[in-house]
């Protein structure tokens, strides 16, 4: 059975604000924990009303703290609006604090808007275009300590200096991370949730072209889905309502709270629209246990996943938990006993 994890942006709702949605997470963490998930992962997101998380790494160590047996990690850190050194820092303090379970995932895009984006980095080295590759590779560096001889930063550590850099990993929706990723020899995250790209293709593209690694000596892909299970296709459908209006508003610059179902039901929606979210509805796999596994199965297999990392937005939390209960029985997950 291929393992499953999480994916958590701590969405907010119209009536869950954003304070109640980081304690929702934390829930949900010790609920996915006792299942069987194998990694939980957070988003990093700036100045946007319908997501309450823009520091992963201090929701990592909360989670990390308040779980057993899961893996907890970023998916991901946004490196261009960070200091290399200072997520080293932080992500090898967090492995200090609970070795062997952390994840360092990276992205390269800004998770916001420009105009955040500037305010984000407008105090750091304001080097012009895409600086991912060379801030990824000093991020490295401070692992590796290769920097060349008489290169300032050898007199620079990156404390605590007995905690190794957790395990790296790409995230993309396109080629270029999975190629990138392939090529240094780290793990991948493809987000199948909101790519436009084909994930099949991005997924064998890395496997194929994989090099081992003093990080990593043999590939791992995870295919990151959006998923509403409930306990009949009707109702899953009633809960996707949700998600249905979101990503319609999100495509028209509207990142607004979660919206309940019944504002979904109500809202007046054109020819348009429903040709919008039927486009949409491929990149989400709602229904019953058994309807979301024969949807899912085809593109696990097609995508060679060693991985499937889940991400469940509705409008009521217990939906949600139930949600991810109901995917871990589906597919045979073997729950953990409570210390």
Do not use: C
Not at 51 to 61: C, K, L, Q, T
Not at 118 to 134: C, H, K, W
Not at 197 to 203: I, Y
Not at 269 to 277: E, K, P
């Amino acid at each position: 059975m291929i393992p499953l994890s999480v994916l958590d942006l701590s969405v907010t709702t119209t009536a869950t604000k954003p304070s109640a949605a980081l304690r929702n997470s934390i829930d949900l963490a010790r609920h996915v924990d006792q299942l069987g998930y194998v990694r939980y992962w957070l988003a990093e997101h700036h100045s946007l009303p319908s997501v309450a998380s823009p520091s992963p790494d201090i929701m990592i160590g909360q989670i990390a703290a308040a779980t057993q047996h899961i893996r907890v990690g970023s998916g991901g850190v946004m490196l261009p609006n960070h200091a290399p050194l200072v997520v080293a820092e932080r992500f090898k303090m967090l492995e200090a604090l609970f070795p062997g379970r952390i994840d360092l995932g990276l992205g390269r895009a800004p998770g916001t808007d420009g105009t955040t984006a500037y305010a984000l980095r407008s105090r750091l080295d304001r080097r012009e275009g895409d600086d991912f590759l060379e801030r990824l590779h000093e991020l490295m560096l401070w692992e590796t300590r290769e920097f060349p001889a008489g290169h300032p930063y050898n007199n620079v550590i990156a404390m605590p200096d007995d905690a190794p850099l957790p395990p790296i990993w790409l995230l993309g929706s396109s080629d270029y991370s999975s190629e990138l990723s392939a090529q240094l020899g780290l793990g991948f995250g493809f987000a199948h949730h909101f790519a436009s790209h084909d994930a099949v293709d991005a997924m064998r593209t890395y496997r194929a072209h994989f090099t081992p690694s003093r990080w990593r000596s043999q590939p791992h892909a995870i295919l990151a889905v959006a998923v509403v299970t409930a306990d009949t296709d009707a109702e899953a459908e009633r809960l996707a309502s949700s998600m249905d209006l979101n990503r319609l508003r999100r495509d028209r610059g509207q990142f607004l709270p979660l919206p309940s179902p019944e504002e979904a039901a109500a809202y007046m929606y054109t020819d348009a629209d429903r040709a919008s979210i039927a486009r949409n509805r491929s990149r989400l796999f709602v229904g019953s246990p058994a309807t979301v596994r024969a949807k899912l199965d085809p593109m696990i297999a097609a995508s060679q996943a060693d991985e499937l990392m889940v991400i469940t937005a509705t409008f009521d939390h217990d939906a949600r938990k139930r949600s991810y209960s109901l995917l871990a029985d589906a597919f045979g997950l073997e729950r953990k006993a409570a210390a």
